[in-house]
């Protein structure tokens, strides 16, 4: 099958098109200017007619994302931190508007934005290595924006767990939980993945993009008003100085390991 470049993603003869994410080093970091860059490959994805099926991914083997950017956002103050996480919401929200079906193929971490990149997509497809966590308390910031639709997929009990303790889950845990659709050993993920698109692809096109607007506009109102207001929430965070005294410390921490 013959795969065609494009700006920021590839799309072969099946119509399946895939973002590959690595551009934030080899642990995938998302910077502002990282989440812009996606955020603009998605929308060109959307409005590409020869796109049956698109599919997220990781460029490496250690993670699908290892979380924002803790350099840039140790530095930010209450305006350019709800500028920061409108970037990042963003990224999530051009996943969530694509108008075919979406697969997030995780390998390895899935930390923070990973996450709610992730459960932006329509499934996830992980390998069995896969960890799951959203660990924003642990560096004195809340999780926001997509955050609110982890309830919607694993439940309002489960989703506190992640928030509230920062810690992670494997990919069965994440599989029963309901975050993830499908595990696979590692040397399957490929084959998984290919295999899912493989299938929707072949399905009627203008039937799935109907079925993607009938998916999309039966969300719960509520989920829109909750991401946009999390966004001052977030910038609230900074008025104080914990936020940067907890990623400094983390930083430390880090070169003191490495």
């Known amino acids: 099958m013959n795969a065609h470049e494009h700006p920021g993603y590839s799309i072969d003869s099946r119509g399946v098109a895939t973002l590959k994410i690595e551009s934030g080093g080899p642990l995938n970091i998302i910077d502002s200017g990282t989440a812009r860059a996606l955020t603009e490959a998605l929308r060109r994805m959307g409005s590409d007619p020869a796109v049956r099926v698109g599919v997220i991914t990781g460029g490496g083997e250690k993670t699908f994302v290892g979380g924002a950017d803790i350099k840039e956002m140790a530095a930010l103050d209450p305006a350019s931190a709800r500028a920061f996480i409108s970037d990042l919401h963003a990224l999530c929200e051009a996943a969530r508007d694509l108008p075919v079906p979406t697969i997030a193929r995780v390998r390895g971490w899935c930390i923070g934005i990973g996450l709610e990149l992730a459960a932006s997509c329509d499934l996830r497809v992980a390998s069995q290595d896969a960890q799951f ?126």
């Open 133 to 258: 966590v959203m660990p924003e308390v642990k560096i004195g910031i809340p999780s926001v924006i997509q955050g609110a639709l982890l309830a919607r997929l694993v439940g309002e009990g489960h989703a506190r767990w992640l928030m509230l303790t920062g810690a992670p889950i494997g990919a069965d845990t994440a599989e029963r939980w309901g975050l993830v659709n499908q595990v696979t050993p590692v040397d399957r993920l490929d084959d998984a993945t290919r295999q899912l698109a493989s299938a929707m692809a072949a399905m009627g096109a203008a039937g799935m993009r109907a079925q993607k607007r009938v998916l999309r506009t039966g969300e719960a109102p509520h989920l829109d008003a909750a991401m946009r207001r999390s966004i001052d929430l977030f910038g609230q965070a900074y008025e104080t100085t914990e936020p940067s005294a907890c990623m400094q410390a983390f930083l430390q921490r880090r070169r003191s390991e490495g």
